[in-house]
């Protein structure tokens, strides 16, 4: 089941609630035993029940390649100690006005692409976490790189009105094919709609076939 067209909470947009490495998933609290199987099964990783920030908006805050993760400050300790049950990665708390990394962060196994209103010494600190190169860069001129794009060690699918000169760098840091696309029936905002590792895609259930068709290409899931 390479891709699995799912609801969190009734919500299509997914991405907002949850995202995959290479070897776990992570989806907030209530949601029901036979989805997060289907999740399981469709990604194969284990995945963690748990909220951030005392919220269910995992995926707004969150980063994660198979390396490290990157949190926010507010994140509370014992939020933190269940994410590092999952295995001995990495796990670095960013000291940083900008809390919603997951919308400002892009990145995979090979590099990440940090939005460009994070500091320098944030950009270090997201390297030494991740143990990647980080450039810092924009999609459609806009920083916010990590809503607009979606990386896999396999590929990136993006915002269709990224830059020639965007996409470039992004290819050259990922060292992946970019692709560009929508999901969930029009959005331009992939991230929203989609949790995705090597292995598998879940995305939003309006996302219709020609979308389909692009994902499986873009990320190499078939």
């Given at each position: 089941m390479p891709?699995?067209?799912?609801?969190?909470?009734?919500?299509?947009?997914?991405?907002?609630?949850?995202?995959?490495?290479?070897?776990?998933?992570?989806?907030?609290?209530?949601?029901?035993?036979?989805?997060?199987?289907?999740?399981?099964?469709?990604?194969?990783?284990?995945?963690?029940?748990?909220?951030?920030?005392?919220s269910?908006?995992?995926?707004?805050?969150?980063?994660?390649?198979?390396?490290?993760?990157?949190?926010?400050?507010?994140?509370?300790e014992?939020?933190?100690?269940?994410?590092?049950?999952?295995?001995d990665?990495?796990?670095?708390?960013?000291q940083d006005?900008n809390?919603?990394l997951g919308?400002?962060?892009?990145?995979?196994?090979?590099?990440?692409?940090?939005?460009?209103?994070?500091?320098?010494?944030?950009?270090?600190?997201?390297?030494?976490?991740?143990?990647?190169?980080?450039?810092k860069?924009?999609?459609?001129?806009?920083?916010?790189?990590?809503?607009?794009?979606?990386?896999?060690?396999?590929?990136?699918?993006?915002?269709?009105?990224i830059?020639?000169?965007?996409?470039?760098?992004?290819?050259?840091?990922?060292?992946?094919?970019?692709?560009?696309?929508?999901?969930?029936?029009?959005s331009?905002?992939?991230?929203?709609g989609?949790?995705?590792?090597?292995?598998?895609?879940?995305?939003?259930?309006?996302?219709?076939?020609?979308?389909?068709?692009?994902?499986?290409?873009?990320?190499?899931?078939?």
């Amino acid at each position: 089941m390479p891709i699995l067209l799912s609801d969190i909470f009734g919500n299509p947009n997914i991405g907002i609630y949850g995202l995959s490495n290479e070897n776990f998933a992570i989806v907030p609290k209530g949601m029901s035993k036979s989805k997060i199987k289907r999740i399981s099964d469709c990604l194969k990783v284990n995945v963690l029940e748990t909220n951030l920030v005392d919220s269910r908006l995992i995926g707004i805050f969150l980063v994660a390649n198979t390396k490290g993760m990157i949190l926010p400050y507010i994140a509370q300790e014992n939020e933190i100690e269940a994410i590092k049950s999952l295995s001995d990665i990495n796990i670095g708390v960013l000291q940083d006005k900008n809390t919603a990394l997951g919308n400002m962060i892009l990145a995979n196994d090979n590099g990440a692409i940090a939005s460009s209103i994070l500091s320098n010494r944030t950009i270090r600190k997201i390297s030494d976490v991740l143990d990647v190169e980080v450039i810092k860069g924009k999609i459609s001129n806009l920083p916010y790189v990590g809503s607009m794009a979606l990386a896999t060690n396999e590929g990136v699918l993006t915002h269709p009105y990224i830059a020639d000169s965007e996409k470039k760098i992004i290819s050259e840091v990922l060292k992946v094919e970019v692709t560009i696309g929508t999901i969930n029936n029009g959005s331009r905002f992939i991230r929203s709609g989609l949790i995705a590792n090597s292995k598998g895609a879940v995305v939003g259930y309006p996302t219709v076939g020609k979308e389909l068709m692009i994902l499986t290409r873009a990320i190499k899931v078939y």
